[in-house]
Each structure stands twice: as structure tokens, then as C-alpha cells.
């Protein structure tokens, strides 16, 4: 499947696989040339096993794969190298970019995921990782990203995706840095939590001094929590019916511990 057979609207330029960056936004922006680096020591092989943990689970055997908010292509790249047929978006350009440099490229695109364009009943398979739908800070950002996915799994596809739960945005645990690490990719993080709005806002700072120019930079990021509740009545709403809520990596369900939780549903 090629970007070009996903979209459901044509993309504002022809050929949007050679310059996937139609309607880039600032998030993401200064991060996305050091994401890969910050990302280094990120388990993303033993998150795609987990995937696939869950798709035995589940009896599905998926070959059109849609890496939702893909990012640099991390989880997408891994999918694609197992044999699955992948596609990403994301909303940051810089992000998107570095997709095309992953070897085998990852085919991506800027997209918003709360307006997904997406063909009708062309995928089996929806993932997204690495808390990217806490990103979605309106609920019905959220619920009209669900009804984009609904859109085009095809029947009996699923979506897989984690969120960092309450739990986690609360107790602060963004608030991080790597000071005193060897690392090239300096940073400091500090998590502020609006318990009213159930939003967490990140102030982030960070300093490149590996190859090349150095650099330091500033990026602010809100997460929004979402209870189970909330999210599995969207789902439904989508035409989602949800299978399975995990604490991450278990098939056990989530308790009050739990950082962050798996959710799996499928296409009615
Ligand atoms: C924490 S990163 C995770 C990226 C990737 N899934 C991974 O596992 O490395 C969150 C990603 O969500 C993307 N994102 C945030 N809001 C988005 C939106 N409304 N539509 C599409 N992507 C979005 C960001 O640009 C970023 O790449």
C-alpha cells in the first residue's frame, strides 16, 4: 500500500512521497533532528513484540499497518522490517522527515490525527505508541481520531495504542533530566499537572553537544489524561468495540500503579 492509496482527499501536492510536508506544524519542531538520539536506549523491538503479543492474542493477521503519530518512524520502521506493509503520519514535519532516512525508508506524511483523511477500509491494522494520543488534548480531538481510524480499518481491523494514565502525568514523572550522563543530548524536563483541565504541561530544555553544531533549545508539550471509562466510550462511539485494557507489557489489567496502559479495540 502506498501513501498515496491511504488517502481518502488527494494530498495537497502530487507527489507527497517525495516531500511529505504539506502542513507542518511547530510541535516537535527543534527535538525531531535529536529525537532519534534522545530515543537510543528506548525498547521499541520489545514494544513491536508486545504488538504482536497482542495480534496472536486477538487471532489477527494484519498486512496493511498504519503507524499513527509515527514520529521519527521508530515503531512503524520496526513493523515494516518484520514484514508488515507500514504507512505513518504525524503532524510534525521534523518528525515526518526523518522517516524517509530510517533504512528501509518508512513512507509518511504530515497529518493531524484528529482530521485523518484516510481511505475507507484500507488498513488492518491501526498502532500508536509511546503515549502520542495523550498529545490529543481535546476529547474530541480524541474521539474524532478514533472515528478517523474506524474510517478506514477494514471490518474486524483493530487499533492498538498506549496512554500514559492519570497516574503517571499526576506524580510528575516528565519532571527529568540527564544532567550528570554522558549522553550527547543534554536535557531538563519539568511536568506541571492541571488537575482541573487533567493536563500536564512540559517545559523542556536541551542541549546538543555531540557531532556537529551545538545547540540548545526549548520546547513546551501538553499531555492530557483520559480515564478508561472516557476513552472506551469514544471507542464504542467510533464503532470500536474495546477487546482488551493492559497494564503496558502484561495482559493483566491496569491497577492504580499503572504508568501506562494498552488499549485494544476492534473495527465493528
Ligand atoms: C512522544 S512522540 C511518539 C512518536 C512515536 N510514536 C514513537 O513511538 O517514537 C508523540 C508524537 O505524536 C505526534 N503528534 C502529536 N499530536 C499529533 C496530532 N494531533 N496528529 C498527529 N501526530 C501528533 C508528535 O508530533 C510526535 O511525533
Known amino acids: 500500500m502506498s501513501l498515496r492509496d491511504l488517502f481518502r482527499r488527494r494530498p495537497p501536492r502530487g507527489a507527497i512521497e517525495e516531500t511529505p510536508t504539506e502542513v507542518g506544524k511547530d510541535a516537535f519542531s527543534d527535538v525531531a533532528r535529536y529525537y532519534d538520539a534522545l530515543m537510543a536506549t528506548v525498547p521499541y523491538q520489545r514494544w513491536v513484540d508486545y504488538v504482536e503479543r497482542l495480534l496472536e492474542r486477538f487471532d489477527a493477521r494484519p498486512r496493511d499497518v498504519l503507524d499513527l ?29 526523518r522517516c524517509a532516512e530510517r533504512r528501509p525508508p518508512l513512507p509518511a506524511a ?7 483523511g484516510l481511505r475507507e477500509a484500507s488498513l488492518d491494522l491501526v498502532v500508536s505508541l509511546y503515549d502520542s494520543l495523550n498529545y490529543l488534548t481535546e476529547p474530541e480531538g480524541l474521539a474524532s481520531c478514533f472515528q478517523g481510524v474506524a474510517h478506514a480499518l477494514r471490518p474486524g481491523g483493530l487499533l492498538i495504542f498506549d496512554l500514559n494514565t492519570t497516574r503517571a502525568l499526576r506524580i510528575g514523572l516528565f519532571t527529568q533530566d540527564n544532567l550528570r550522563s554522558g549522553e550527547p ?42 480515564e478508561e471509562d472516557e476513552v472506551r466510550e469514544m471507542l464504542e462511539a467510533a464503532g470500536l468495540t ?4 493492559y497494564d503496558a507489557y ?19
Do not use: I
Open 69 to 97: 503519530c509515527c514520529g521519527t518512524g521508530a515503531v512503524g520502521g520496526e513493523m515494516l522490517r518484520r514484514g508488515y506493509k507500514v504507512v505513518g503520519v504525524d503532524l510534525a514535519e521534523g518528525m515526518v522527515r
Open 110 to 116: 504530515v497529518m493531524d490525527a484528529c482530521s485523518l
Open 185 to 226: 543530548l543534554l536535557y531538563r524536563w519539568e511536568a506541571h499537572w492541571d488537575e482541573q483541565r487533567k493536563l500536564c504541561r512540559v517545559e523542556m530544555w536541551f542541549r546538543w553537544r555531540g557531532e556537529g553544531e551545538k545547540a540548545e533549545f526549548s520546547e513546551t508539550h501538553y499531555e492530557r489524561a483520559y
Open 242 to 245: 474495546t477487546l482488551g485494557v
Open 250 to 268: 502484561s495482559f493483566h489489567p491496569p491497577s492504580h500503579l499503572s504508568n501506562r496502559v494498552y488499549y485494544v479495540a476492534r473495527k465493528q
